[in-house]
């Protein structure tokens, strides 16, 4: 063989041994690629059919410049299972039925026929504690605050997770759980929410309450209806005022005819409260009729006040007193 032939020869033997290393080389990149993280995971088929269906993929937080494909991190409680994939597929299971045994079906989103898939992200911690809990999405009508309430539990309960690994160390990792909300015969609902409180009450004096529904002087609670105990009411502090009047001794002596007016406020408790006369036809009629009204504390009458939407109000009351000789 010549020279220039053997040349030739081993140059081609060199290009193709360079070409095949590279090729080969760039099937291991290809293997090995740490800029696509490998994170996702999911229960095994096979649960009951009422169960919210959980599953979850997981990436790190960026602490750490890794990306986590060796150990994700797991639920408590499988510590005594050998191995990782056995730790796993035990961990899956508790997780489930964790969330199965503590969430609620929103009572709004009962109501509404509200149904989907809430997903809460969270962060587990180096000691297996959970930080950063979110909503990510929510189908609303309450099932994304009750998916978020399940998982703050696993802190409230004590609950620590196994922490992921990469390379032998410890990572915070990045967890996003979704929960579903489905409508089922087996569906535990949470119970509606309370009525709304009523307003904080208020020192205001009113002069009306609605309806005309005034409170009413004592003595005819029994009574059936409204008008019945108004009715009633009435003549009973006619009988009150008129049975305790006494006329002043000048206007016994003429034809004196008048109407005292007092003005006084119903408290809430029904007691009567800063009494003052508005209306003074003279001849000490005022004063007399003043102090009827004063009677009704002194006697411990209490108004029969009622609430009202809930609440009972400050009612301002003017009571006509006729002074009239027979």
């Given at each position: ?96 039925a964790f969330i199965q045994k503590n969430r609620q079906y929103p009572y709004e989103a009962w109501r509404d026929s509200v149904q989907g898939m809430a997903v809460v992200s969270f962060v587990v911690e180096k000691d297996g504690t959970i930080t950063e809990a979110k909503v990510v999405r929510d189908p609303g009508a309450g099932t994304g605050a009750e998916a978020l309430r399940v998982v703050k539990l696993m802190n409230q309960q004590k609950i620590h997770w196994i922490p992921g ?162």
């Open positions: 063989m010549s020279f220039s032939n053997y040349l030739k020869l081993s140059l081609f033997f060199t290009l193709v041994t360079t070409l095949t290393g590279l090729f080969l080389l760039g099937g291991n990149v290809s293997k090995e690629r740490h800029d696509v993280p490998y994170c996702s995971f999911s229960f095994k088929d096979g649960l009951s059919a009422d169960a919210p269906e959980v599953k979850a993929s997981a990436s790190p937080i960026v602490e750490e410049l890794v990306h986590v494909r060796e150990e994700m991190p797991l639920f408590s409680g499988c510590n005594d299972q050998k191995g990782y994939y056995h730790k796993k597929v035990c961990a899956d299971s508790s997780l489930m690994r990469q390379g032998g160390k410890v990572v915070r990792v990045q967890f996003n759980l979704p929960v579903k909300f489905k409508l089922d015969g087996g569906t535990k609902v949470a119970p509606p929410p309370p009525p709304p409180a009523p307003p904080p009450a208020s020192n205001e004096v009113v002069c009306s309450l609605p309806n005309s529904r005034m409170p009413l002087f004592p003595g005819c609670e029994d009574l059936g209806s409204y008008t019945e105990r108004k009715a009633c009411s009435d003549k009973k502090l006619l009988e009150f005022v008129y049975g305790n009047l006494k006329y002043p001794p000048v206007i016994l002596q003429s034809s004196f005819v008048g109407t005292a007016v007092i003005s006084f406020i119903i408290e809430k408790d029904g007691s009567v409260n800063d009494p003052k006369i508005i209306r003074d036809p003279g001849a000490g009629t005022g004063e007399e009729a003043l102090r009827v009204v004063n009677l009704m504390n002194e006697k411990g009458l209490k108004w029969n006040h009622p609430p009202t939407n809930g609440r009972r109000q400050r009612v301002q009351f003017n009571l006509p007193v006729k002074f009239k000789l027979e």
